[in-house]
């Protein structure tokens, strides 16, 4: 294990951060270089998990294979025993991204086959277009909600296309976004939100399920038809399909939408790196990574130790859970001089918001596709854009995904 441990490892009784406190929703970095100084491992009993904070230890955790997932063991650490007989645990629960190998290895792997590196590559004259036809809709001097009207119906329209979800069905999925985004949350849910996320997994998956049919019968150009087919010749279950293709649709248009919302933003607090990249858009690609960085749409991700194991002072024990901040890894001065500051000049520029090892986002590529396309589409189109209630954003009031409910804006 590379990474440097302070010594100063903390033990405490007392949560060490309240992560459905709206303050903290509101700014969570305060907080999290509150943390990360007082060690960049710690225990917090209060949420019967470590926390880790600093880059180094974030990026060697989340490499390290004698940590992993076991989302049983997870959810048993919110929610105690008996819970993954809930629709909502068992499904998420058989995604690629809470499975290890072989099984991970196998799903990610087939995946992979439909869901290309070359086949993502192709889609950048869509995005733009797409793009495009969001931006041509605008009056001359109009407003709109920069969530609702642009970055939410961007991602949801590139991965439906994608999975070939016909256009009439997409209104299915309006309201999905936030229920299935608190059920990554490490405080569990309340028990409407557990009906919730149990009635959003059970209408979705009914749904997808008759898609299969569909598409069995009359395969089309779709990453659905494609999966179908290579999920028969490679053993993937009925189940195991439906997971993730479920997965694909809803990782792919959260996080693309936050990273959209809150990069804006970002940019308008902080106008000299806004104008500098009016004024030089081949800063875009950047841009996104730095924004991805600054307020990244993921906020922590989750490992289990499958051993113990010691890091500096800290014995993590077998089945112990570490909760690796990289909202807070990626604000570490150790590694991003001036980290409260978007700069365009990075670099090296490595932020943790895609997580790492086996892991590592699968949608990297495309949400970087869809993130500099609307970031080249808004500033150039709409030069003079304003936002209103910039200085009291309204946020979901999620901590594991962060992003906005809305973002009104002028011209
Ligand atoms: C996994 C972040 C967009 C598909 C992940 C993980 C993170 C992440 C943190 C877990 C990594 C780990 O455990 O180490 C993000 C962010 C995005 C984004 C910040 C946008 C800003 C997308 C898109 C797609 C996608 C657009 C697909 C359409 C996936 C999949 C996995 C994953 C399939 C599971 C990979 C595995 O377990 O092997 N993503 N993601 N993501 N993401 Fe993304």
């Not at 194991?309 to 570490?322: D, F, L, P, S, W």
Request: hydrophobic share 40%.
């Amino acid at each position: 294990m590379s990474a440097t441990v302070r010594d100063d490892v903390v033990k405490t009784a007392s949560p060490l951060f309240n992560p459905r406190d709206p303050e903290f929703i509101r700014n969570p970095y305060p907080t999290y270089h509150r943390l990360r100084r007082q060690g960049s491992l710690q225990w917090n009993a209060a949420g019967n998990h470590w926390i880790a904070t600093s880059h180094a230890v974030c990026a060697s955790i989340l490499k390290d294979r004698r940590f992993g997932r076991r989302y049983e063991a997870m959810v048993e650490n919110i929610y105690g025993r008996g819970m993954m007989g809930e629709t909502c645990f068992r499904l998420l629960g058989m995604t690629m991204l809470m499975q290890e190998p072989p099984a991970h290895t196998r799903q990610r792997g087939l995946v992979s086959q439909v869901f290309s590196a070359r086949r993502v590559g192709l889609l950048r004259p869509r995005v733009r277009a797409l793009v495009s036809e969001l931006l041509d809709g605008l009056e001359p001097r109009g407003t709109m909600d920069v969530i609702r009207d642009f970055a939410h119906i961007l991602p949801v329209t590139v991965i439906c296309d994608m999975l070939g979800v016909p256009e009439e069905d997409r209104w299915l999925f309006a309201d999905s976004a936030t229920i299935s985004t608190r059920m990554l949350d490490p405080v569990p849910m309340n028990a409407l939100e557990l009906h919730e996320a149990n009635a959003m997994f059970e209408e979705q998956g009914a749904y997808f399920t008759d898609l299969f049919e569909r598409r069995r019968r009359d395969p089309g150009d779709d990453l659905i038809s494609a999966l179908i087919k290579v999920g028969d010749e490679g053993g993937l279950t009925t189940d195991e399909l439906l997971a993730n293709v479920w997965l694909l649709f809803a990782a792919g248009h959260e996080t693309t939408r936050n990273l959209i919302g809150n990069g804006l933003l970002a940019l308008h607090a902080q106008r000299n790196a806004l104008r500098r990249l009016q004024a030089d858009p081949t800063l875009i690609p950047a841009a996104v990574i730095e924004l991805l960085r600054y307020d990244s749409p993921v906020q922590y991700v989750g490992r289990l130790a499958f051993e113990d194991v010691q890091i500096g002072e800290a014995t993590i024990r077998k089945n112990q859970i570490v909760l690796c901040l990289v909202g807070a890894g990626n604000r570490d001065p150790a590694v991003f001089p001036d980290p409260d500051q978007i700069r365009l000049d990075r670099l090296d520029n490595k932020p943790l918001s895609f997580g790492g090892g086996i892991h590592h986002c699968l949608g990297a590529q495309l949400t970087q596709i869809e993130g500099q396309e609307a970031l080249a589409g808004i500033l150039g189109r709409l030069p003079g854009m304003r936002l209103r209630d910039a200085d009291h954003p309204s946020w979901q009031p999620n901590f594991a995904i962060r992003g906005l409910r809305t973002l009104p804006a002028s011209w």
